[in-house]
């Protein structure tokens, strides 16, 4: 190895990291679909949300406390993983894009006939 080469760096596990078999696992029990979003080196799965996760999620909707929005949803769809993701206000803030994607739900056109 030549003097200005860099050693490669090993990545260390993601924290939370599931097996295959969980993942399989939890895909046969959520037909909806699930995903993993990962922050800071943890990694959480969730549950595609349906209309009775997205509605008690709603209920926490409050113009003076809009986070409360996306915890309801991350609680009611969080499968497993890292915990730190919901609870480490750094990490929980950086995956609100990711949930607020999830409220919106598919995407459609309008057609006027």
Known sequence: ?????????????LVGLATAEQIQYWKQQHAGGIYALETGGHIAYFKNPGRQEVNC?????DKDRVLDVYEELAAVTFLGGSEA????DRKFLGICR????????????LVNL
């Open 98 to 109: 990711e949930l607020k994607a999830k409220l919106d739900g598919a995407r459609v056109r």
């Open 57 to 61: 999620a709603l209920r926490k909707l």
């Open 85 to 88: 993701v919901l609870r480490d």
């Open 1 to 13: 190895m030549k003097n200005n080469e860099q050693m490669p760096v090993a990545q260390a596990p």
